[in-house]
Structure formats: structure tokens, C-alpha cells
């Protein structure tokens, strides 16, 4: 398989690609794409031994770089996004550039070189939004999603894989405590009825990848996951440590993770399949495939009922618990 990261250099996809190059016989080539040059420059530094790697300088608004990078692939997982709340709110038409045209530069510049199956990265900030960040998500997600009508006709499927925060990922609250705990100071918490869902970065991998395989154009696949209120992460990292409430943050912020929203609850099911994790699968509305509906056979996925961060049936049980999941999400961070 030859596939092309869009957002290489970010965490999940220099994680992403750290997976791959664990199974060399399994991808021809590996094409990162990112606009940092001294980044992309380290990665692929670390990757010089992998057979068929290929670092693309560019930035995903630039259609014709895009174009460039996507011919010869068998897949694109396009990461590349600007994500940072506060800045969005400061700054809306460089996100709005980034995440909303770079996705629709990336679905067309893929389509345009008959790349067969397309991942977009949402977050859970497009369900639902409040702020500039997530509504660029959404906007991102309904594209991609319809663009189906224009590309499947021409070989080419678009999915959407959404999930949460990844634990230590790049500005991951456990970074920030964990140089407050050192320092000896309060740890800062904005809301003390926070909640978020527990993700590692090898759950993500783990999700495009079997998004890759069983996609079929328009739908959107969602990890079933666990969750935590962030005053007993705080606790797992630093247990004893003192909390500081500074209330929520400009530009918009959620008590609660939502990854499927009431009107998408009536219709998401679950996908099984022996030896893996069940997925959560929100199928297209006017699906772009001819033939019997995929999902059709597959049992209802919430009851009707959001999924939701604070919700009962997926806060983790427990102090222990907390610091087991935590602890593993930890371990599974690549380095830079």
C-alpha cells in the first residue's frame, strides 16, 4: 500500500507513521506531508531506514503541492489541522483556511488522482460546537462526507474518523501538571465538573487503521471509549496535590466531551468483528453506494441516547482504574 499523512509531523501523525514502519512488507510507500521544515526533517531522520518513505514539504491550502503528494497513493489520512481553541477564536480565517479548504483541497487533489479511500481526522469539538475550532471540524466532516456524491463515482471513498483528546498528546493538560506537581505548585483545573474521554494515541492508530479496511464512502467511525472527570486525572498524576479552579477558558470550552449527539444517536450503529474493539458507525444520510446498504445488519449503537463524557455508562469505576488508563495512554506517546 502507498499512503499519504497529511499533518505528519503532528502527534498523531508521527505516531501513525511510527505504526507503519513497525510493518515495512505491509506499505510500499510512506508519504509525509507537512509544512514544517525542520519537523519534517527530524521525521524523517528517524525514518531513513524505512524503505519508501517520503517527506512532502507543503501546506494542505496549496492544491497543487496536494495534487503532487496524492499521485500513486492507495489511501490519504489527512491529520493536518489547526486546533488550538484560544488562537481560533483570535485568528478564524486561518483556521477556516486550514481545516475547512485544506480538507476540501485534500478530498479533491485525492479525488483528482483517483486515490481510492480518503480518512479525515475530526474531534469531537465538530458535535454540537461552540467555538471557531470545532465549527471548522463540523464544516470539515460535512464536506468530506458529501463530497461522496462527486468522488465514489470516480473511484475514490471519503470516511470520517472522530474522536477526543489523545493522553499527551502535544498541550495535554497532563503536560501542564505534570510540570506543576514538579514545581511544587497547585495544579490549575478550569471546571471542576470537567469531564473528558481516555484515549491513547495507539487507540487513534488503531481506529484509522480498521477505518481504512472496512470503510465504504460517508460514514463516520467513533471509538467506544471510557472516561474520567479531570479532577481524578489531576489526582492520578499528582495524588495529594492541591487543585486551583480558574474557571472556563476564552473562546469556548466544553464541560463534557460529546462524540455523538442525540440526532445522530437515532441512527449510529456498532460494527463487531471477531478480535477487534467495537466501533460506533454513523452511516451516511444519503449513502453514495449503489449496492445493499453495509451497515444495514448492524444492531443500534446508544439507544437513542448522546455519548457523552459525563454520562454513567463509560466513567471509569474508580481511583485505580483512572490511573491504569492514564498510565497507559502515557506509555504509548512517541517521542518527537
Not at 477526543?164 to 493538560?173: D, F, K, L, P, R
Not at 446498504?293 to 463509560?314: F, M, Q, T, V
Request: neutral net charge.
Amino acid at each position: 500500500m502507498n499512503i499519504l499523512v497529511t499533518g505528519a509531523t503532528g502527534f498523531f501523525g508521527r505516531a501513525f507513521i511510527h505504526v507503519m514502519s513497525q510493518s515495512p512488507d505491509t506499505f510500499t510507500k510512506v508519504a509525509a506531508f507537512a509544512r514544517s521544515e525542520s519537523r519534517l526533517a527530524l521525521l524523517a531522520t528517524r525514518h531513513r531506514e524505512l524503505p519508501g518513505f517520503r517527506a512532502f514539504l507543503g501546506d494542505v491550502r496549496d492544491y497543487d503541492r496536494l495534487s503532487d503528494a496524492c499521485r500513486g497513493m492507495d489511501a490519504v489520512v489527512h491529520a493536518a489541522a489547526l486546533k488550538r481553541v484560544d488562537d481560533g477564536s483570535y485568528n478564524p480565517s486561518e483556521m477556516i483556511a486550514t481545516n475547512i479548504t485544506g480538507t476540501q483541497n485534500v478530498v479533491k487533489a485525492a479525488t483528482r488522482a483517483g486515490v481510492p479511500r480518503v480518512v479525515f481526522i475530526s474531534s469531537d469539538k465538530a458535535v454540537e460546537p461552540i467555538n471557531v475550532y470545532g465549527a471548522t471540524k463540523f464544516c470539515a466532516e460535512q464536506f468530506a462526507i458529501s463530497y461522496n456524491a462527486i468522488s465514489a463515482s470516480r473511484g475514490t471513498r471519503v470516511s470520517v474518523v472522530r474522536y477526543g483528546n489523545v493522553i499527551g498528546s502535544t498541550g495535554s493538560v497532563l503536560g501542564i501538571w505534570t510540570r506543576q506537581r514538579d514545581a511544587g505548585t497547585p495544579l490549575t483545573l478550569t471546571n471542576p465538573e470537567m469531564s473528558r474521554f481516555v484515549m491513547s494515541v495507539s487507540d487513534a492508530c488503531r481506529l484509522v487503521t480498521r477505518a481504512l479496511d472496512v470503510m465504504e464512502g460517508g460514514e463516520i467511525f467513533i471509538p467506544l471509549l471510557r472516561s474520567a472527570f479531570l479532577t481524578e486525572m489531576a489526582h492520578a498524576v499528582a495524588p495529594g496535590h492541591d487543585i486551583r479552579f480558574t474557571g472556563n477558558r476564552v473562546g469556548g470550552e466544553k464541560v463534557a466531551e460529546i462524540l455523538v449527539n442525540e440526532d445522530e444517536a437515532r441512527r449510529v450503529v456498532t460494527l463487531k468483528a471477531e478480535g477487534v474493539d467495537p466501533l460506533l458507525v454513523i452511516p451516511p444520510n444519503e449513502p453514495p453506494w449503489t449496492a445493499d446498504r453495509p451497515y444495514a445488519g448492524c444492531p443500534e449503537g446508544l439507544s437513542h441516547a448522546p455519548y457523552r463524557s459525563d454520562e454513567k455508562p463509560y466513567l471509569l469505576n474508580g481511583p485505580e482504574a483512572v490511573v491504569y488508563e492514564i498510565g497507559r495512554a502515557l506509555a504509548d506517546c512517541v517521542d518527537s
